[in-house]
């Protein structure tokens, strides 16, 4: 199963961009669903998440208050609405879907933040 993660770009400190990730094999609203980043030369990292069971969000202290984890199941998809980003927001950005023994990952998408 591919998740297919999208919205990446280039923006300046300060602005918003706003992930997004399809899953047209399964059905997200039953799965835990995450992001997780990875900077150059650094370990992938938790960004947010949001569990099927009880709806509950988490977000890594680094973003919260700025980052926003949200689903749309109507178009079955998981998005992250990232605010006043930051140069050290700068990774790819990964989705993820779990469940059980089952962990699915998208291809990730570059987000670049100048300074």
């Known amino acids: 199963v591919q998740l297919q993660a999208s919205g990446g770009g280039l923006v300046q400190a300060g602005e918003s961009l706003t992930l997004s990730c399809a899953a047209p094999?399964?059905?997200?609203?039953?799965?835990?669903k995450a992001w997780f980043r990875q900077a150059p030369g650094k370990e992938r990292e938790f960004v947010a998440a949001?569990?099927?069971?009880?709806?509950?969000?988490y977000y890594a202290d680094s973003v919260k208050g700025r980052f926003t984890i949200s689903r749309d199941d109507r178009k079955n998809t998981l998005e992250l609405q990232m605010n006043s980003l930051r140069p050290e927001d700068t990774a790819v950005y990964y989705c993820?879907?779990?469940?059980?023994?089952?962990?699915?990952w998208g291809q990730g998408t570059l987000v670049t933040v100048s300074s």
């Open positions: 993820n879907a779990q469940r059980g023994l089952a962990n699915y």
């Open positions: 094999a399964l059905t997200y609203n039953r799965y835990t």
């Open positions: 949001r569990s099927w069971l009880g709806d509950n969000t």
